[in-house]
């Protein structure tokens, strides 16, 4: 499993975590019109997720390798 520079989450710049649930990630795109609907707050910075602390991108990494086994025993 991969991170990509083009996915992005908003997260907490004090304390680096996700401020939305982690299975909300934006692409370039998604994360315009998100922004434009509600822009970030005093707290919140949009970061490319390759960018994100080692332990972050590890977390997301393990999600979505689990929601992916998910849908696979979901459509057997």
Known sequence: MKLYDTDYVIIDKNTLE???SIDI???ADSLKEEL???PLGN???AMPMT???KQLQDRYINYLIDNAE???EREE
Request: charge should be negative; glycine fraction near 0%.
């Open 43 to 45: 707290n919140e910075i």
């Open 25 to 27: 990630i934006y692409c």
């Open 18 to 20: 996700p401020i939305e």
């Open 51 to 53: 960018k994100l602390p």
């Open 36 to 38: 434009e609907e509600s």
């Open 70 to 72: 998910w849908e696979k």
